[in-house]
């Protein structure tokens, strides 16, 4: 079962969003922030897939470690629609449906 990481402080939206993508057959593992990550992040298999929200995120996490992941795993980052982010991300910019982004992780994931 591929594993996909959900990283973000609202815990209410990586709640559903695990859920979804367990539904859609993916072994789901959720994180308040990059620094719990890590150990999944370093895991072998390593994770096919990492979504990241933005909402009361370190601006470190946001401008420093996001794209540094994004050359290692692909990355789906959930923003707000103002914000201005690495132009190297993915992008799914609110408001948004939890099904948006579980469908454009399974896109990624099987492309």
Request: proline fraction near 8%.
């Amino acid at each position: 079962m591929k594993t996909i990481l959900v990283v973000g402080r609202d815990w209410k939206f990586r709640a559903l969003l695990r859920a979804q993508l367990r539904e859609d057959g993916y072994n789901a593992l959720g994180f308040a922030t990059l620094e719990e990550a890590t150990e999944p992040l370093a895991s072998s298999p390593p994770p096919v897939a990492l979504v990241f929200d933005t909402s009361d995120a370190s601006p470190v996490e946001i401008r420093t470690e996001l794209p540094g992941l994004a050359a290692r795993l692909p990355v789906v980052v959930v923003a707000a629609a103002d914000e201005p982010l690495d132009a190297s991300l993915r992008a799914l910019r609110r408001p948004l449906r939890v099904e948006d982004v579980a469908a454009a992780v399974k896109a990624l994931v099987s492309a």
